[in-house]
């Protein structure tokens, strides 16, 4: 079956514009997560979905991020007022449910370059 | 604070040679350790999974160890292949305590290259 998707897989923005990070979870999984995985350094946990709902924000660096998830799928994760330290690659993550032991599968990523 | 971290940073090997990863947490409490494997431009995907009462568990060439008490695992890596080059991330799993949520906290990952 097919995996996560996200979209773009790469994009290129100028500082200071808003952005739109695209996560297609796979079918039936009610958790999301989204991350951060910048140059040399490990994945950033940023904000998780349970269905709709975002129990955990705590990894959200900053107010210029913010994510939602409609219909208990599709997940999108915006970046206002982009800054160069912005630029990672973001990774989305979904899991069956969120106890402990479920995998998380991870989509492919979007390159977000701040320029 | 939870931290994962994880040595050598980066390693080059030739192919056909072993070679072994660590990985160093002090996630609490402790739920489970994963490996995975990240190459160039994708995401990471489960090489495997252990919980507290495991101490070792392969998968084809890869071989992960794991000391609850130490707080330490490693994974082996047997026979190298070329396809084998790529980050490799330590990944341990505690559970949020009041939102019940699985929570993962990264380690560095360390980057592999294997030589011809």
């Known amino acids: 079956g097919a995996g996560v998707s996200q979209s773009p897989s790469n994009k290129v923005t100028e500082k200071g514009k808003d952005v739109e990070l695209r996560c297609d979870p796979i079918?039936?999984?009610?958790?999301l997560y989204w991350y951060r995985q910048s140059l040399g350094q490990g994945l950033e946990f940023l904000i998780y979905f349970q269905g709709n709902s975002a129990p955990d924000k705590s990894g959200l660096p900053s107010d210029r991020f913010s994510a939602e998830r409609t219909g208990g799928s599709v997940s999108t994760l915006t970046i206002q007022r982009t800054q160069q330290e912005d630029s990672a690659v973001y990774l989305c993550a979904s899991s069956l449910n969120r106890g402990r032991g479920y995998e998380q599968y991870f989509g492919p990523g979007t390159r977000l370059t701040v320029t | 604070k939870n931290q994962v971290e994880q040595s050598p940073q980066s390693l080059i090997i030739l192919e056909g040679k072993n070679c072994t990863l660590q990985?160093?947490?002090?996630?609490?409490?402790?739920?489970?350790l994963r490996w995975y494997k990240q190459d160039t431009g994708r995401g990471p995907v489960s090489l495997t999974i252990m919980t507290f009462s495991e101490n070792t568990k392969s998968n084809g060439r890869y071989t992960a160890t794991l000391d609850a008490d130490t707080k330490q695992s490693s994974l082996h890596i047997t026979a190298s292949q070329l396809s084998d080059s790529a980050s490799y991330i330590c990944v341990v799993s505690g559970v949020d305590e009041i939102q019940g949520a699985q929570k993962l906290v990264f380690g560095q990952g360390t980057r592999l290259t294997i030589n011809p």
């Open positions: 990985c160093n947490y002090t996630v609490s409490p402790f739920s489970n």
């Open positions: 079918s039936g999984h009610t958790a």
